[in-house]
Nanobody
Framework: QVHLVESGGGLVQAGGSLRLSCAAS????????MAWFRQAPGTEREFVAH????????YYADSAKGRFTISRDNTKNTLILQMNNLKPADTAVYYC?????????????????WGQGTQVTVSS
């Protein structure tokens, strides 16, 4: 399994931006399908965005479309989530996840490795 460490979370006002990073190690990053999920208190973990190994195909949850951008740098083993126009509803712990296969990109069970999460708090 690949080891994942998220960073970049914090407190931001509504309308602001944050850039989350996920550093991968232990295996060939460029072979993995990568994704971001999030979990707010009292709710289930939910899909945010997914990117294929070569970074061409991307998928977003409806809540993220037009505001969030997922990207990756395979030379630096890094996954990025650029979040703009943040809303209080975006408050959650954000997790990066890795999968060896495509599968259902929105399904938690599709992913083999998870980071520890980074807290994002958006104030109104």
């Amino acid at each position: 399994q690949v080891h994942l460490v998220e960073s970049g979370g914090g407190l931001v006002q509504a309308g602001g931006s944050l850039r989350l990073s996920c550093a991968a190690s232990g295996h060939t990053f460029s072979e993995y399908h990568m994704a971001w999920f999030r979990q707010a208190p009292g709710t289930e973990r939910e899909f945010v965005a997914h990117i294929r190994p070569m970074g061409v195909a991307k998928y977003y949850a409806d809540s993220a479309k037009g505001r969030f951008t997922i990207s990756r740098d395979n030379t630096k083993n890094t996954l990025i989530l650029q979040m703009n126009n943040l809303k209080p509803a975006d408050t959650a712990v954000y997790y990066c996840a890795a999968a060896r296969r495509a599968g259902d990109v929105r399904a938690i069970s599709n992913y083999d490795s998870w980071g520890q999460g980074t807290q994002v708090t958006v104030s109104s």
